[in-house]
Nanobody, 127 residues
């Protein structure tokens, strides 16, 4: 069983920064743990589809960003802490959403590719 928990959301003003954290603990049925997971961040606003934000691969360290956050957000991971981070700079009102952390053995930018999900953390950006 794998548990995914994210934290770090809050209410900020446009231009501010936030750092989200996500831990993935436990072991999957195939023996994989955090260090063998592809990790991704998604977000969803009320009435909107869940959209990909950023991802990082376990195999080669490849990093992917949605065009809307390139140059502003940075994803990173610390295997010793079973933690992936999302540093969000220059936040805009349109970044307001519930942010979800996800883990999977072979995933990139599609939500259906991820198997384990956190409960979400709310990010609200005022103008």
């Amino acid at each position: 069983q794998v548990e995914v928990v994210e934290s770090g959301g809050g209410l900020v003003q446009a231009g501010d920064s936030l750092r989200l954290s996500c831990t993935a603990s436990g072991r999957a049925a195939n023996g994989r743990t955090f260090e063998n997971f592809d990790m991704g961040w998604f977000r969803q606003a009320p009435g909107k589809e869940r959209e990909f934000v950023a991802g990082i691969k376990w195999s080669d360290g490849s990093i992917y960003y949605a065009d809307s956050v390139k140059g502003r957000f940075t994803i990173s991971r610390d295997n010793a802490k079973n933690t992936v981070y999302l540093l969000m700079n220059s936040l805009k009102p349109e970044d307001t959403a519930t942010y979800y952390c996800a883990a999977g053995p072979w995933a990139t930018s599609l939500a259906e590719q991820y198997e384990y999900w956190g409960q979400g953390t709310q990010v609200t950006v005022s103008s």
